[in-house]
């Protein structure tokens, strides 16, 4: 319990290092004052103000066709019921589009009494409101399969399964407040990707291994050569490829979020590098506990033949996690790709395009980061038992009645 404490103490440290750093980069010099700014401005000069609050749908029509100009939308007539806010309790009609293309091909789901839904409240300067349904409230059912992940876990793998959700934990925290928090802060991406990569490495196969030990001490080794070996080759290919790191959402967001200003480029490697982890993670330690428990059962093996074990074991593993990365890729772009075959877009038209190739690239890098972990991993581990004095299983100079000798 003293080390978990110590670690999410360690986390919240590094955080509120960032959170300071970040408030003073974003307000240089920037005076605190009590002068009431909105009394300053004259009334008619006042503009709309907009809320996101809850609401509950309580009446919802059948879906219907109206025109919209040149295009026609599929809307419902929805009644809500604000749950928070200056508007509690009050209730707007509002009718919620349902198409998101212009054919009205692509459509959300329906609403029905009783669904919990995010509006978009505007309220102008008289006091009147107005609103729009921005989307339905997702968050307790993605609450409720995390929990359900979680007691899967602690079901199939026991006393090991809570070490990994605390691993998991770990990661989380880690990627949130030292990644996400660091680059928001102004610092290199590229940077902060590997010292996360690090801080996760360490921590979780400490929790997960019991403590530092040679074995532990390999599968983290192991692992982020792999990952540093992942990055660098995104780097060299993105460049080569001129990808710019900016997608459509990217550019959306960017846009409507004026005061940030990232580098795209660099986030492909951080990319790269947070999503092949977990991959060379798991390779990584196999490896390392299948060297560590050969050697225990197995004495008359010098570091060369454990070097070769290592490497066979890592030949098994390499072809299922490397299609594991490549499967996640491909079922992430899998829409996308549909899309451009459906506007007849050739092969090579398709591998073109940047979003594709930067899915490619990420996935052929993290793979190599898969593939790279397995001998590095081996190396290391052969490398650290290379003088160890062991003893024969069956010797060659065994004197009847006493001990095998060393060699």
Known sequence: MKKITLLITFLLMINFFLGVTYADEENPGVETTDTNVESQVPTEEKQDEYFEVKA???EASEPKKIENGSMEDTVQEVKVEILEGEYDTQEFTTNYILSYDIEGRILAYELKPGDKVWVQLIKKPDGKATIEIENTIRQNYI???LILFLLSIILVGGKRGIKAIIGLIITVLAVYFILIKGILAGYNPIMMSIFTSLVIIVLTFIIIGGGINKKIFTAATGTFGGVVVAGIVASIF??????SGAGEDAIQLSISST???FNFRDLIFAGIVISALGACMDVGMSISSSLDEIRLKTKDMDWLDLFKSGMNIGKDIIGTMANTLILAYVGGALTLVLLFISC???????LNKETIAQEVISAI????GVVYTVP???F???FLNKNKTIYKTVSDNKVEGNRSLKI
């Open 344 to 350: 007849n877009f050739s092969f090579v038209q398709i």
């Open 365 to 368: 890098a993290g793979s190599m």
């Open 259 to 261: 005061n940030l200003n």
């Open 56 to 58: 509950k749908v309580l």
């Open 238 to 243: 993105s460049y080569l490829l001129k990808l």
């Open 376 to 378: 590095i991993t081996a």
């Open 380 to 382: 290391v581990y052969s």
């Open 143 to 145: 609450y409720f399969m």
